[in-house]
């Protein structure tokens, strides 16, 4: 962690919510709006998101899986992430939200107007702006965790039940 927490704080509610409360809120609203409010369908929306914590190397984006109505991608997905240029499993639209996730994050000045042609064969204007605010909330705070140090500390609510089942059989 290169920050330090209270040790009776989560580092998560606390930096995101206590350290600059007139930043780190806002921004965890916004976080969460990209959830909550996303039209995009679940597998685009978790490929771009998926590339994107590739990118950063956050560990906690990268273990986590979007659940729209009980409905997740397969365990394999991660990988087809990886291997977004061959692999068989996505179509168009997700081939080319892993694709624009990777250009955001890497090599923005190379997304010029054939970049976009092709991407408008696949999505509406306003699906191109909502991908571009998911990818920008992704990249800015999958960073900032990764950066920190948060990412390590964060677990997801399934591995901390699983922790403390296994804390319980020691």
């Given at each position: 962690?290169?920050?330090d927490i209270p040790a009776d704080k989560d580092p998560i509610a606390y930096v995101?919510?206590?350290?600059?409360?007139?930043?780190?809120?806002?921004?965890?609203?916004?976080?969460?709006?990209?959830?909550?409010?996303s039209t995009?369908?679940?597998?685009?929306?978790?490929?771009?998101?998926?590339?994107?914590?590739?990118i950063?190397?956050?560990?906690?984006c990268l273990d986590w899986r979007t659940?729209?109505?009980?409905?997740?991608?397969?365990?394999?997905f991660a990988d087809a992430v990886t291997e977004w240029r061959t692999t068989e499993s996505?179509?168009?639209?997700?081939?080319?939200?892993?694709?624009?996730?990777?250009?955001?994050?890497?090599?923005h000045h190379s997304l010029d107007e054939a970049f976009f042609d092709r991407m408008k064969q696949h999505y509406t204007h306003t699906e191109i702006v909502e991908l571009s605010m998911c990818l920008g909330s992704w990249l800015?705070?999958?960073?900032?965790?990764?950066?920190?140090?948060?990412?390590?500390?964060?677990?997801l609510p399934s591995h901390a039940a699983q922790q403390s089942g296994d804390a319980a059989q020691s």
């Open positions: 962690m290169m920050i995101w919510g206590e350290m600059v409360p007139g930043i780190g809120i806002a921004a965890a609203n916004l976080s969460l709006a990209v959830y909550s409010h995009l369908g679940l597998r685009e929306f978790e490929a771009a998101r998926l590339r994107i914590a590739q950063n190397g956050c560990l906690f659940d729209r109505d009980g409905e997740k991608v397969e365990e394999s996505f179509d168009d639209r997700t081939r080319l939200a892993a694709e624009y996730a990777e250009l955001y994050a890497l090599d800015a705070f999958g960073r900032l965790n990764r950066v920190l140090g948060l990412d390590a500390v964060c677990v």
